[in-house]
């Protein structure tokens, strides 16, 4: 339910994109520059609100053996640029998935990066089993000094967006 999925925070709208009118234009101006076709699963959660801070923002997986979990701030939005000032946060801003690959000195093969998450790690929409069209993975991929580790996480958005929990509890 799209409804209860997003965080409420009057006054909090670094990341809140929902003022952005999604339009087909906008999706296809996006996918063109990113070159991905957008999961459907994410375009329609973005439809509904155009990004920003989901209630639930954990996710387990396992390293080493072990159980962990991964959070993130938002999930960036599409914004237009040239109608909105605050777009710095949305998945083609300043701040969007470009700038997180190039500024974390993550592989630039992977995806896109639809996750505002940490300086040292990123979450992805990775498509390098289905190519540029399919349906893409969930990769967290984390740097450790000049090494990057990753870490399946989902088959899907969807798959991933259903498993995310409120806490580590």
Known sequence: DT??????????ALY???PHILTDALIEE???????KLPQAYLS????????????????????????WESFNAILGIADKEKWL?????????????HIIEAGGFPSDIGVVAFDSRDNRAI????????????????????????????PLADS???????LQDSTV
């Open 86 to 98: 605050n777009t710095e946060h949305s998945l083609l801003g300043s701040c969007g998935s470009q």
């Open 124 to 151: 992805f929409l990775d498509y390098r089993r289905c190519g540029p069209e399919g349906e893409p993975c969930i990769t967290l991929v984390k740097r450790v000094g000049s090494e990057y580790r990753e870490y």
């Open 30 to 36: 996006a996918e063109q520059t990113l070159g991905y």
């Open 16 to 18: 809140d994109c929902q």
């Open 157 to 163: 958005f969807e798959e991933f967006i259903r498993g």
């Open 3 to 12: 409804t209860e999925f997003w965080r409420n925070i009057a006054g909090y």
């Open 45 to 68: 959660l973005i439809r509904y609100h155009n990004g920003g801070i989901p209630e639930k923002n954990y996710y387990s997986y396992v390293e080493d053996g072990q159980l962990c």
